[in-house]
């Protein structure tokens, strides 16, 4: 049976998931018990704080005290913005780090043991024209899909990922409709929808496709109350 001691399994090809863990002694083998693989404690952090843009990982200790983990990765060119909530995002079940650029987004494969970023088979994705910038990514629950949105444009590309690489999916630019620079894309929690901010005030809606290709919904972009 379990008791208190502490037992450490190190897991380096198993994706964030629950697993079923059984202990073998001289005695006989335990009952299976799910437990939690995670990442390691890491901070990760996109700074366009200068010319280029880049990815900075830390590890995290008990204490919360932070240490670089490597050196920091490019992302491309400077954007000349201060960034948005979506200019970097992880994506835990396929250890993935997404990150916006000018004309491009890079993807960083985690490290399972330590935590430390490495350029993804495919990254840096160029995204439409190498003059406008790509203000937020998103991705579906299951990682397959990457959202792209651009500044300038007013448009979102779509693309498939795969082990070998990305593909933007077909019909991708796909248009807000709104009057000026879209932001941040959203995709609801079932992964039915997705939501985009424009700067003109107003919400663009989407239904999404089995392959992530977005259709617009017939009320949108959708304005928001005083704008």
Do not use: K
Not at 31 to 44: I, K
Not at 49 to 62: E, I, K, N, Y
Request: hydrophobic share 45%; with cysteine; charged share 10%.
């Amino acid at each position: 049976s379990w008791t208190d001691t502490q037992i450490v399994a190190v897991v380096p090809d198993a994706f964030p998931c629950t697993r079923a863990v059984s202990v073998e002694t001289a005695i006989g083998i335990s009952n299976a018990l799910d437990f939690q693989v995670v990442l390691p404690r890491a901070v990760y952090v996109w700074s366009d704080g200068g010319t280029p843009v880049v990815a900075q990982s830390f590890s995290v200790d008990g204490t919360g005290a932070l240490a670089v983990l490597d050196s920091a990765l490019t992302i491309s060119a400077a954007l000349g913005f201060g960034g948005a909530t979506n200019g970097m995002v992880l994506h835990a079940p396929t250890r993935r780090v997404y990150a916006a650029g000018l004309g491009s987004f890079a993807a960083f494969d985690v490290d399972p043991v330590t935590g430390s970023l490495s350029a993804a088979t495919g990254s840096p994705v160029t995204v439409g024209t190498s003059n406008d910038f790509v203000f937020g990514v998103a991705v579906s629950s299951s990682g397959d899909v990457v959202w792209a949105t651009e500044y300038g444009t007013c448009q979102i590309r779509a693309y498939a990922v795969a082990q070998a690489g990305f593909t933007e999916i077909g019909g991708s630019p796909f248009l807000t409709g709104a009057a000026s620079g879209c932001d941040v894309p959203l995709p609801s929690a079932d992964g039915g929808w997705l939501f985009q901010n424009n700067e003109a005030g107003d919400v663009s809606s989407y239904s999404v496709a089995a392959n992530g290709a977005l259709t617009e919904v017939g009320s949108s972009p959708a304005a928001l109350p005083g704008s």
